[in-house]
């Protein structure tokens, strides 16, 4: 039986602040468990990595992703901590002092013009600045909503020179690295050099945690071919994303930046409002549906859930939602179209070339499942992006690796011990996954190995094996 392949990012929140709770989470389908670190505290989050510990499945466990807030910019307290806009309404902007909106930011408040455009949130409420005089802005509101205390600001066309990690950020990574997570993003990057910089601080101290690039800025979107390079993981941050350009651009922009990871196999995840009306309702729009379903046919490995988890009424339901779509959507997603097209087919190192011949191999007899032991998580990796139509089990070592399969599409992982032989390697992949009942004797599988094992990167050998 082929499970689901497309992993689900969870926002963690107020919404399943128990163990009960996020017990059921991990029951309903969650791979991977995000923690923004724009919210909240970090007794909470050590308390959320603490019970995700002890609810620990054995076979593909679930990874921690840590999310750095990154230099975004925030407006001021507003009266009462919220005020209505409407459309139309005459409003007032400053950087301090008596007006109905502060941006007490220099660095946004020094590009601002009249003209300009101001977003409020996520967008809802937009202002054109207009008159600038003695300090202050006239402006008139050209879609309405709820302003709240410390929403978001955009300048929409503008870019910002400011560092790519607040001080703030770097207190979060300090504590990301200290409880051990496997995955932290960066947001707001703008160019391969963000990504090296925490490359180089997390270095210093865990080489093995791994990095997320969120693509929410005209830059990053810009530099993308550098940034792919650059990181591990890649997030289409498409909230954000959509303050920064206009929306029809970023169904186009969402489609080039997961062809790129594809091509480059690297892991990349879809995020942002795709069930975001479950916040309040048991059953998605059938947008929401269709969304979730082109995201998979144009290949993310992973798809999101923001608030739907965090904070909303039917945080249990999005995670089944989600997954069920996931499951029909993915019976059509054209395996052959994936191994011939050549921009998946770098080839450019053995292990590249050893995924490409497992995954048609398997394709061409028919195998039940594609086999591959791993120190690092590459050789999955590199398998995955072909989407091959029958699972790819994997056998790791470490227990890091292990969870860091979590975003991979398609990749079932399970620990076994260190192996001194190749054989050895081999023979303990396929207890493992008939253990698991993942395969059954008498099974056709394809097997990938290293010899000699234990080493990274030197995935070398291809055989096929009936179980």
Same mark, same amino acid.
């Given at each position: 039986?082929?499970?689901?392949?497309?992993?689900?990012?969870?926002?963690?929140?107020?919404?399943v602040?128990?163990?009960?709770?996020?017990?059921? @989470?991990?029951a309903?389908?969650?791979n991977?468990?995000?923690?923004?670190?724009?919210h909240?505290?970090w007794?909470?989050?050590?308390?959320?990595?603490?019970w995700?510990?002890?609810l620990?499945?054995?076979?593909?466990?679930? $990874?921690?992703?840590i999310?750095?807030?990154?230099?975004?910019?925030?407006?001021?307290?507003?009266?009462g901590?919220?005020?209505?806009?409407?459309?139309?309404?005459?409003?007032?902007?400053?950087?301090?002092?008596e007006?109905?909106v502060?941006?007490?930011?220099?660095?946004? %408040?020094?590009?601002m013009e009249?003209?300009?455009?101001l977003?409020?949130?996520?967008?809802?409420?937009?202002?054109?600045?207009?008159?600038?005089?003695?300090?202050?802005?006239?402006?008139?509101?050209?879609?309405?909503?709820?302003?709240?205390?410390?929403?978001?600001?955009?300048?929409?066309g503008?870019?910002?020179s400011?560092?790519?990690?607040?001080?703030?950020?770097?207190?979060? =990574?300090?504590?990301?690295?200290?409880?051990? $997570?496997?995955?932290?993003?960066?947001s707001?990057?703008?160019?391969?050099?963000?990504?090296?910089? @925490?490359?180089?601080?997390?270095?210093?101290?865990?080489?093995?945690?791994?990095?997320?690039?969120?693509?929410?800025?005209?830059?990053?979107?810009?530099?993308?071919?550098?940034?792919?390079?650059?990181?591990?993981?890649?997030?289409?941050?498409r909230?954000?994303?959509?303050?920064?350009?206009?929306?029809?651009e970023?169904?186009?922009?969402?489609?080039?930046?997961?062809?790129?990871?594809?091509?480059?196999?690297?892991?990349?995840i879809?995020?942002?409002q795709? @069930?975001?009306?479950? @916040?309040?309702s048991?059953?998605?729009?059938?947008?929401?549906?269709?969304?979730?379903?082109?995201?998979?046919?144009?290949?993310?490995?992973?798809?999101?859930?923001?608030?739907?988890?965090?904070?909303?009424?039917?945080?249990?339901?999005?995670v089944?939602?989600?997954?069920?779509?996931?499951?029909?959507?993915?019976?059509?997603?054209?395996?052959?179209?994936?191994?011939?097209?050549?921009?998946?087919?770098?080839?450019?190192?053995?292990?590249d070339?050893?995924?490409?011949?497992?995954?048609?191999?398997?394709?061409?007899?028919?195998?039940?499942a594609? =086999?591959?032991?791993s120190?690092?998580?590459?050789?999955?990796?590199l398998?995955?992006?072909?989407?091959?139509?029958?699972?790819?089990?994997?056998?790791? %070592?470490?227990?890091?690796?292990?969870?860091q399969?979590?975003?991979? %599409?398609g990749?079932?992982? $399970?620990?076994?011990?260190?192996?001194?032989?190749t054989?050895?390697?081999?023979s303990?992949?396929v207890?493992?996954?008939?253990?698991y009942?993942?395969?059954?004797?008498?099974?056709?599988?394809?097997?990938?190995?290293?010899?000699?094992?234990?080493?990274?990167?030197?995935?070398?050998? =291809?055989m096929?094996?009936?179980?």
């Amino acid at each position: 039986m082929v499970r689901r392949r497309t992993k689900i990012v969870c926002t963690l929140g107020p919404a399943v602040d128990s163990k009960s709770k996020l017990k059921a @989470l991990v029951a309903a389908g969650m791979n991977v468990a995000r923690i923004n670190c724009s919210h909240g505290d970090w007794e909470t989050r050590k308390k959320w990595i603490s019970w995700i510990e002890e609810l620990q499945p054995a076979l593909s466990p679930i $990874a921690v992703l840590i999310d750095l807030q990154g230099p975004k910019f925030r407006i001021g307290s507003v009266p009462g901590d919220r005020i209505e806009v409407k459309p139309g309404a005459d409003l007032t902007v400053a950087q301090k002092g008596e007006c109905t909106v502060t941006v007490q930011d220099k660095e946004i %408040w020094s590009k601002m013009e009249p003209g300009d455009r101001l977003l409020l949130g996520d967008g809802d409420v937009e202002l054109r600045l207009g008159e600038k005089k003695d300090g202050v802005f006239q402006c008139r509101s050209t879609s309405g909503g709820t302003v709240r205390s410390r929403q978001g600001v955009t300048l929409v066309g503008k870019s910002f020179s400011v560092p790519a990690l607040t001080e703030k950020d770097r207190e979060d =990574l300090n504590e990301a690295i200290e409880v051990g $997570a496997d995955y932290i993003a960066l947001s707001y990057v703008r160019r391969a050099t963000d990504m090296r910089e @925490l490359r180089r601080l997390v270095d210093e101290h865990d080489p093995e945690i791994k990095l997320v690039a969120k693509i929410e800025t005209k830059e990053g979107l810009k530099n993308i071919d550098e940034v792919i390079k650059s990181t591990d993981v890649v997030m289409v941050a498409r909230g954000d994303l959509g303050l920064q350009m206009d929306f029809d651009e970023v169904p186009v922009a969402q489609k080039r930046i997961i062809d790129k990871c594809n091509a480059n196999g690297t892991p990349v995840i879809t995020a942002t409002q795709m @069930l975001e009306s479950m @916040l309040h309702s048991p059953r998605p729009t059938r947008a929401e549906a269709s969304d979730v379903a082109n995201a998979i046919l144009d290949g993310t490995d992973a798809v999101m859930l923001s608030g739907e988890t965090a904070t909303g009424d039917y945080p249990v339901e999005s995670v089944k939602t989600m997954g069920a779509i996931a499951e029909k959507i993915e019976g059509l997603i054209d395996h052959a179209a994936r191994m011939s097209d050549g921009r998946h087919a770098t080839r450019d190192h053995e292990t590249d070339s050893v995924a490409h011949a497992a995954a048609s191999i398997a394709d061409a007899l028919r195998a039940k499942a594609i =086999l591959t032991t791993s120190t690092s998580g590459t050789t999955p990796r590199l398998v995955s992006r072909y989407r091959p139509s029958m699972p790819v089990l994997c056998s790791c %070592w470490k227990t890091r690796t292990q969870r860091q399969l979590a975003v991979v %599409w398609g990749v079932e992982s $399970a620990l076994v011990d260190l192996p001194e032989t190749t054989d050895q390697a081999i023979s303990s992949t396929v207890d493992a996954f008939l253990g698991y009942k993942r395969v059954k004797v008498g099974d056709k599988v394809v097997v990938t190995a290293g010899f000699p094992p234990g080493m990274p990167g030197n995935t070398n050998m =291809l055989m096929v094996l009936d179980v």
